[in-house]
């Protein structure tokens, strides 16, 4: 029995878009709390300089993210279009 006759494509492939889609969500929370950490560490009225560069993390974690998830999406839908 191989994996082309069943709906949804090879395991395989299914478990790497799950993979690249929960470290896809993992990486846009993680840009979420730099951006949180970020607004909570604005410390203009005590006068304190934070050297954090939470928004540049926060950026590249959105980025990073949405690029797993996009190859999460291409995984799973590869899987069926190779069964047309």
Do not use: D, E, Q, T
């Not at 191989?2 to 494509?9: I, Q, S, T, W």
């Not at 730099?34 to 300089?49: D, R």
């Not at 797993?68 to 069926?80: E, N, P, S």
Request: no cysteine; proline share 2%; net charge positive.
């Amino acid at each position: 029995m191989h994996a082309a006759g069943r709906p949804g494509g090879s395991p395989g492939r299914r478990a790497l878009a799950v993979i690249l889609a929960i470290i896809g969500f993992l990486a846009i929370i993680a840009g979420i709390l730099y951006l949180v950490g970020a607004a909570n560490s604005l410390h203009f009225m005590a006068g304190s300089v934070h050297k954090g560069h939470h928004l540049i993390r926060a950026g590249v974690s959105f980025v990073a993210g949405a690029g797993l998830l996009a190859g999460a999406w291409f995984a799973a839908r590869a899987g069926v279009n190779s069964r047309r």
